[in-house]
């Protein structure tokens, strides 16, 4: 039950962005920003779905349900992964899992982010760049990891409605993949 009163049947952030039009604006905005690549960027080497893999991973580090599933729906999205194995394998042990040596070392910073800025090192860092990171790969990482706990803390801390069919947020998934963060867009489930 959430803690204040939301349009009824509305998920996740959805929620909260619909009872504060205001904030939703450039929380989109951001998440825009952060997680559709742009081409224009010359050092910009994050694909869209590695960019949602890190939301992913970060959501699932604050255990935050919603954001965790419609994030890894819509890397799942990106990547080809179909069956969520990817997903979930990187949910469980991103260094045991099939992704490349760059991504791992920018998860690892990820984390660090999660758990403070200041736990980012420059060890980490150094990793990353021998891996072929660039500084906007690194720095896209690390704000996206705390754009991504500033969301899970929002959705959180204001108990959203939350659903556990993953068809719901496959479908969700495929909507945002092709048009982005949408401000106003309204979607409910029964």
Same mark, same amino acid.
């Given at each position: ?11 996740? @952030? !959805? ?8 904030? &939703?604006? /450039? @929380? ?13 960027? /010359? ?6 779905? %590695? ?8 959501? &699932? ?6 954001? $965790?599933? @419609?994030?890894?729906?819509? &890397? ?9 194995? +990817?997903? $979930? ?9 099939? @992704?490349? /040596?760059?991504?791992?070392? +920018? ?6 982010? $999660? ?6 090192? /420059?060890?980490?860092?150094?990793? *990353? !760049? *021998? ?21 899970? !803390? ?11 069919? %993953?068809?719901?947020?496959?479908? !969700?998934?495929?909507?945002?993949? %092709? ?12």
């Amino acid at each position: 039950m959430p803690h204040i009163d939301f349009t009824p049947g509305v998920p996740g @952030i !959805r929620g909260p962005m619909l009872f504060s039009p205001e904030t &939703a604006s /450039p @929380i989109n905005d951001l998440a825009n920003t952060l997680l559709r690549a742009n081409a224009s960027l /010359p050092d910009q080497t994050l694909s869209m779905g %590695e960019r949602e893999l890190i939301g992913t991973h970060v959501s &699932a580090l604050n255990d935050c349900h919603f954001c $965790q599933t @419609i994030h890894g729906a819509i &890397a799942s999205h990106h990547l080809g992964d179909d069956d969520w194995s +990817l997903i $979930q394998a990187v949910k469980c042990d991103y260094q045991q899992t099939d @992704i490349s /040596p760059r991504l791992k070392t +920018l998860l690892t910073i990820a984390a660090s982010v $999660q758990k403070g800025g200041k736990h980012v090192t /420059p060890d980490q860092v150094a990793a *990353a !760049r *021998a891996e072929g990171a660039t500084d906007r790969d690194i720095h896209d990482t690390v704000l996206i990891a705390a754009f991504f706990c500033l969301c899970n !803390r929002y959705v959180d801390g204001l108990a959203t409605l939350t659903h556990h069919d %993953e068809d719901l947020y496959r479908q !969700r998934a495929a909507h945002v993949a %092709e048009a982005g963060y949408v401000d106003g867009e309204i979607y409910t489930v029964k």
